[in-house]
Nanobody, 123 residues
Framework: VQLVESGGGMVQPGGSLRLSCAAS????????MGWFRRAPGKEREFVAA????????YYTELVKGRFTISRANAKNTVLLQMNSLSPEDTGVYYC?????????????????WGRGTQVTVSS
């Protein structure tokens, strides 16, 4: 499975961005998917995840109510709608695929990773 993120950029505090992760491969629609981020000088952290069916989602408390993860395009694309962004959301956002199909808060459960897309929230 290959993963390609897009949609990052610079936005002012309070603004919105929508990240997209396109998954390619014969069984990519069966993978659970997740988003992680790494802020400057910090460890990678979990952001959100979704099961292969889209029926189950997980969020870190830091983004709950502001971010929404979803699947599209026959489940081969995973979207992360980010609203009410703050400077603390700045970082490189990575898409990841979980072959078990569940999605997870733990990075070790993911088999494949994208290269990341930069999100900068600044006035």
């Amino acid at each position: 499975v290959q993963l390609v993120e897009s949609g990052g950029g610079m936005v002012q505090p309070g603004g919105s961005l929508r990240l997209s992760c396109a998954a390619s491969g014969p069984t990519s629609s069966n993978y659970g998917m997740g988003w992680f981020r790494r802020a400057p000088g910090k460890e990678r952290e979990f952001v959100a995840a979704i099961s292969w069916s889209g029926d189950t989602t997980y969020y870190t408390e830091l983004v709950k109510g502001r971010f929404t993860i979803s699947r599209a395009n026959a489940k081969n694309t995973v979207l992360l709608q980010m609203n009410s962004l703050s400077p603390e959301d700045t970082g490189v956002y990575y898409c990841a695929a979980d072959s078990r199909g569940y999605g997870s808060r733990w990075y070790g459960d993911y088999n494949h990773w994208g290269r990341g897309t930069q999100v900068t929230v600044s006035s």
